[in-house]
DNA sequence: AGCCACGACTGAAGCGCTTCAGTACGATGG
DNA sequence: CCATCGTACTGAAGCGCTTCAGTCGTGGCT
């Protein structure tokens, strides 16, 4: 089938007709300021002629050892993906950070939560990879140390001899849990994100946290139970739901789960904003009032937070400046750069309308 | 700065070590049946040895001729674009259409509303490329057709000699007019999406029409007027407001806008779900009860629509077959097949609770 | 007049890989 | 025992570009 399409121009093409050298040619486009500009004129006008669009990129990658892209690998597919709010802000602002317009974002969307095959990541024609958020025993990994390609992980994991940007993810749970604890809540529910990439969500075991492949997650909990430790709750008296992913759905299905529990928790400290927004859906769909009878504590402060009826008290992490300095790191990794030290970015508490002192 | 890390090896390097051709060491990664299994086996073993991870991505490229990926390219930025939902979805079943692990998707951000740059084009490696409903003036389109790159226009516009998939718009608006004039509204205001890629919103006057770049909102536009039409409803007595994007926020901001006028209108079309459940919103703040005093109709069907309060009624279109049939297009005229008509995904109505009949 | 610096352009050596027409050789068939 | 064939591997010609060390006039300076 395939049709042939005439042989294309290249530079030898254009030099030829113009009747100068390759190497001219190709300062055209890359040094202009190494001919005459009337050379020049002369030069692009004849590839315009002839249909040369410029020098072919592969071409060019090839010589100069520059991909020229940027790839970003992700633990699901693109619609689990982009519906987590959390990761379409970052990665804009990576985007917009890296994008000069010589650079451009490869992605590598995951497979089954396990990330990207190690396939792909071997066929990509990049020069970087970031990471988002992969549990620590994805092949995508070990296929970017085959490569020994520069690595910025973000979130999660830890990757030896990788730059890293994190979150002060136990700091900001404890905030959460310090919060709810404040306002006289003796009994918490927990609806956590993953903590394997199985698919496996319920109520969790000790074993399970035992296996756990998502640092966050583990992070998150600690925070949590150290806070509400310091209150004298102990660990065991606080039930802990997996979701197996970050959307309502499933934070509406935890929180169903907790509020079916004796006794019922009157606060619920969801490990993300998604999963904060289900729980109160599933607290209105059982007729508990929030904050009234129920307070709920999101995490990540996403717009949809704020817009939330009512408005959600979450832990605040700037996105932005998440997504920028992953851009950042990796531009300084392309330079040759050592990968330093973590960068964490901060949080703090946005208290809003969904938490109120217990009655 | 840049650090030069001990020269890589390559192809020869395990061809020299080994003490076999280069071609056979190609082979080996390539055509494993044009070898024996011994001779693989220990060209794999000394390629790992020696740190040597396959065959370079770009020079296989070059040699090949065949750059490996997908050019996705959209009219914004990634977080406008991936808050718009249907845009995940269709972009999902895109990437996993084509995605064998061959072919990477290198998504190429738009700038401000007008396409990526020209020069993100000119330098992107890639074997195809698909639009996202760009304005029919964006200069990415033209270094398209400079580089003489097959190409798939989703939605809009229309290019020459470029295969397409098109969503039956004037048919989907059609009927959602339809259904509010057959609940026996008279008074009907329209919320639309953009109609250049300006950044401007408000009131639409005629002339902006005449103007307009992007065929989508026009075909939905005619669609509605063609419908209230037949009731008797003309167009000059139908209030339209154009948001200068698919947010919530602009949906609402619109809506209010309507609900100030006089004779206030009793439904408002919306040409998006995200707009839609923006005018809900700006509905509910100004005490008007939906579908009581206000029916509002959406336009994609997403999930956020049947989630909604009250569920959406809304036009629904197929997003996964968009994205799936656009993959399909593009893995074709990769093969060389000639463009061909366009593909049309069809539409329904979905009547759920937004809608009621005029009291 | 002699020297040097400079701008404008060239030649050639890669970049790392694929592919195709061979070559060599042992096995097979008549 | 010779022609034939298939298997296993090789050599060399690209793929289209960048880059760097030159070459060659020119003009300025002393």
Redesign the interface.
């Known amino acids: 089938?395939?049709?042939d399409?005439e042989r294309?121009p290249t530079l030898d093409t254009i030099a030829q007709r113009v009747g100068v050298s390759r190497a001219t040619v190709s300062n055209a486009y890359n040094r202009p300021d190494q001919l005459s500009g009337a050379l020049r004129e002369r030069i692009i006008a004849t590839a315009k002629q002839l249909?040369y669009?410029?020098p072919d990129?592969?071409?060019?990658?090839?010589a100069t050892k520059q991909?020229?892209?940027v790839?970003f690998m992700l633990c699901d597919?693109?619609?689990?993906?982009?519906?987590d709010?959390a990761?379409?802000?970052m990665?804009?602002?990576l985007?917009?950070t890296m994008?000069t317009?010589?650079r451009?974002?490869?992605?590598?969307?995951g497979v089954s939560g396990d990330g990207p095959?190690a396939?792909?990541v071997?066929?990509?024609?990049t020069d970087v990879v970031v990471a988002y958020s992969l549990p620590d025993n994805a092949p995508a990994l070990e296929?970017v140390r085959?490569?020994?390609l520069p690595l910025v992980v973000v979130d999660q994991p830890f990757v030896p001899k990788s730059a890293r940007v994190r979150v002060d993810d136990r700091g900001g749970a404890y905030l959460a849990a310090k919060h709810v604890a404040g306002l006289g809540h003796r009994h918490v529910g927990i609806v956590g994100l993953g903590l394997s990439a199985d698919g496996v969500g319920g109520p969790v075991s000790p074993q399970r946290i035992e296996q756990a492949h998502f640092e966050v997650t583990l992070d998150r909990l600690a925070g949590y139970r150290e806070a509400l430790g310091e209150q004298g709750i102990l660990a065991d008296a606080v039930p802990f739901w997996e979701a197996p992913g970050n959307a309502?759905e499933m934070g509406r299905e935890g929180a169903r789960w907790l509020f079916g529990l004796e006794p019922r928790p009157t606060a619920v400290l969801c490990m993300s904003d998604e999963l904060a927004l289900g729980a109160i859906r599933a607290a209105n769909e059982l007729g508990l009032s929030v904050p009234g009878e129920v307070s709920v504590v999101g995490f990540d402060d996403t717009p949809a937070a704020s817009?939330a009826d009512p408005p959600l008290t979450t832990v605040r992490q700037d996105l932005v400046a998440k997504g920028r300095q992953a851009g950042e790191l990796a531009l300084r990794m392309l330079?040759?750069?050592r990968p330093g030290r973590p960068v964490t970015i901060g949080v703090d508490l946005q208290v809003r309308g969904s938490t109120a002192a217990v009655v």
């Open positions: 089938m395939t049709q399409r294309r249909g669009a410029g990129p592969v071409a060019r990658s090839l991909a020229g892209s790839a597919g693109l619609s689990s993906a982009f519906s709010p990761l379409s802000i990665l804009d602002a985007s917009s994008d317009g010589e451009s974002l490869l992605l590598l969307p095959r396939q792909s071997m066929r990509a024609q296929a085959a490569r020994d309502r817009w330079d040759g750069a």
